[in-house]
């Protein structure tokens, strides 16, 4: 590809048109219009305000992803003009991510899992064999569905969405909400592309959704991820299968907006005093005292303060956040809207992957819906407090998940991590103080907000167990417990818990107590609660094989240890897949001597925990000997 400004009008009409229908049209021949204009004339000023939207990169290379299928070098070229953006570093931001491809390809893309949990369950590309030239087929990692495993995702570009009008509110009028998610101020439409979510996949299932996307069956309800759904002793999961999504006015009428309006009945240092006296800490994996963070956040000088939603989700095994986005979303719009009072921000963003449409259509609805109420928007609430959300899809790229990389994916760069310090509370997104949440640990306010004292958790289930799901819990449960609930197999290799970058317990470990404590002291992890259960019959050196592949392809490849240590141990595990003892010997010490690099020298999380699912396998399950 030439990396240099063309000729504009290289670009086709369909690629100009969602451009322009993200960014409205070109006005001047600055920005890749035909005319040239009297703006034209003052350069310094046109490119100044074209620069300042460059946050637009990733909607506006959506937008055309979306429409046409691929980024040709004529649509690159033109977003980079509207934008100012120099052509080198959009190319660089369009091949960072997974989703996108600068190459011609098929207008239909599926992708396939073949992560843990779908592989646990026969997941493979050859679901996929034989659907012709048509379909552009795609290996992915986790796809977040884990318990309907395997599951794929067909994309269909330039295709009519699904017209997923929301039912109306039950016993009310419509809100004057928008009915189409085309209308639901999610930056790069997300309004042309057809998607169809197939799990279990099927070959016949893959095949009805790829011929016709649009009229694939209906997932099921959230609420089937859920098998406690309704127990009355859920808090966060409580409205899921209660609920019906798409209406504000159930949900007020079960509960919502009562903890929103306690915290401005008692105001933004008592709503950060509560969060700390009730020790919530972060469910993104790092446990980090969440009081602290908003507490830091909102005595920063330096203004605005901005609110990161981080609904990334895409540790393999994790689907929790999912099923609360869309069996309850908007109990996490209200919380941000605490979070963000809270901590003196007027504008939150919502950092969503790409690969969860009906999370991403839910969300929009409810936001939309909030803001026509009054919930959102310039007065919340009638209180003098101006607040609202914008939602941003993410493109297929685990790293973005990491708190200083989501920055950059929103500003429009490589979703590379920053160093740290300085950390978010001080610098964060567009340099300014910027407090960012998961998904869980947001929910979590409502309930201390409300009064409801008992704190829980909630753990993604799969792999081979009878009921996989989400499950919540109270802290203090055992692993044993948890896997009783969900049926366990009869004869069991080993549980992943935290995912990926977490690690192996054995069977005979059940007894570790589920809390940040009691599994640090067993020399494991909660992270994002991933608890991924391995009958006896798995092939434990092909699930190392499998993270470590993962953790190479995600490596943003920007610090050294981690862009080699990932290769180099995805090749020793490679040598020794099928050897054991001293066959093995010599590349064990050399995946110790790589992990120890990557664990002390990496920028990152990625880079540090790459190592810790194998050396546990080897450590504790006794892999390989
Ligand atoms: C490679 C990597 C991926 C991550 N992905 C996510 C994610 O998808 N969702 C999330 O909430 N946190 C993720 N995190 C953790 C975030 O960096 C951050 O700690 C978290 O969003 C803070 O929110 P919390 O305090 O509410 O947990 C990831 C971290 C790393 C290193
Ligand atoms: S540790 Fe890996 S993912 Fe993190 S910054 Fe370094 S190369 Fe990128």
Redesign the pocket.
Known sequence: MDLKFADAAKVSDDERAAVDGLLGPAGTGWEGGTERTDEDLRWARGGAAARDRRDLLLPALHAVNDRVGWLSEGALDYICRRLTVPPAEAYGVATFYSMFSVKPRASKVLHVCTDLACAARGGSTALAEGLGPDVAVQPSPCLGLCERAPAALLLQAGAPSRGSAPPAPRGSAPDPAPQSPAGLGVPGGAEYYATAVIAPAGVEAVVSAVNAPQHAPDEPPAAAAVPQAGDPGLVLLKRVGLVDPTSLDDYRANGGYAALRRAFAIGPAAVIREVTDAGLL?????A?P?GR?WQATASQPDHPHYLVC?A????PGTFKDRVLMEGDPYALIEAMTIAGYAIGAHQGYLYLRGEYPRALERLGNAIARARARGLLGEDVLGQGYAFDIEIRRGAGA??C???TAIFNSIEGYRGEPRSKPPFPVEKGLFGKPTA???VE?LVNVLPILTGRAEETKLFCLSGNVGRPGVYELPFGATLRELIELAGPPGAMRAVLLGGAAGSFVRPDELDITLTFEGTRAAGTTLG?GVVLVLGDTVELPRILLRIAEFFRDESCGQCVPCRVGTVRQEEALHRIKDRTGADAADDIVLLREVGRAMRDASI???GQTAWNAVESAIDRLGAYE
């Open positions: 972060g469910r993104g994996g790092a980090f969440t963070k981080n990334d989700e895409s540790e685990y790293i998940g990491e708190e960012v949440n998961n640990t994002s990152c999380g990625l």
